[in-house]
């Protein structure tokens, strides 16, 4: 299991490279269906966001119809990140709840531990859909004309089609925000 941030990157950034193409917006789709995943857009229950299980070797991403695009391409990232750091440390489902990302699977772990993998499944999703050189990239289009952090969100999430929060958290903790 990966624990470091900066592991994370790197490990957005490999999946990048390797199942999609180094430009925004990020296919995630792409990236998954490269990665020989299914997804599925379907009817949930609202309070669930999406999920990722394994069955029989074939590999489902779900994620809720019912919520917006920019949601369910952070959802699908999410299950990317569990995919790609979590799926093989025995659990064959997560199952996402849309208001505190909460993990339900079929083990006994503390608490502690499943809210770990929640923040590094929050943390490759972004890195996923916001790579650092591709924002640097995006910025310098912005930073002449834009003078709040707030408008220079509002362009770059829909530049790179995610949500104005998820850029800002972005924006903030890349650090690069400097005009
Ligand atoms: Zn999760």
Known sequence: VITHKLDIESAAGRMINRYGSRTYPIDVEKIARNLGIRVLISDMDSA????????????????????SEKRRRFTIGHELGHFDMHL???????????STSAYFAR???????????????NAFSAALLMPEDLMRKCLEKYTPRFSSI??????????????EQAMTIRLINLNIFNI
Do not use: C, P, T
Not at 61 to 67: D, E, F, L, V, Y
Not at 107 to 121: F, L, M, R
């Open 48 to 67: 669930v966001s999406g999920f990722l299980r394994r069955e029989n070797g074939i590999i489902l991403i779900g994620a809720n119809s019912s919520h």
């Open 88 to 98: 093989n440390d025995g659990n064959e489902i997560y199952i996402d709840k849309s």
């Open 107 to 121: 083990d006994s772990e503390s608490k502690w531990g499943v809210y770990e993998k929640e923040i590094q499944a």
């Open 150 to 163: 707030e408008d220079i969100a509002w362009k770059m999430a829909k530049d790179f089609n995610v949500s």
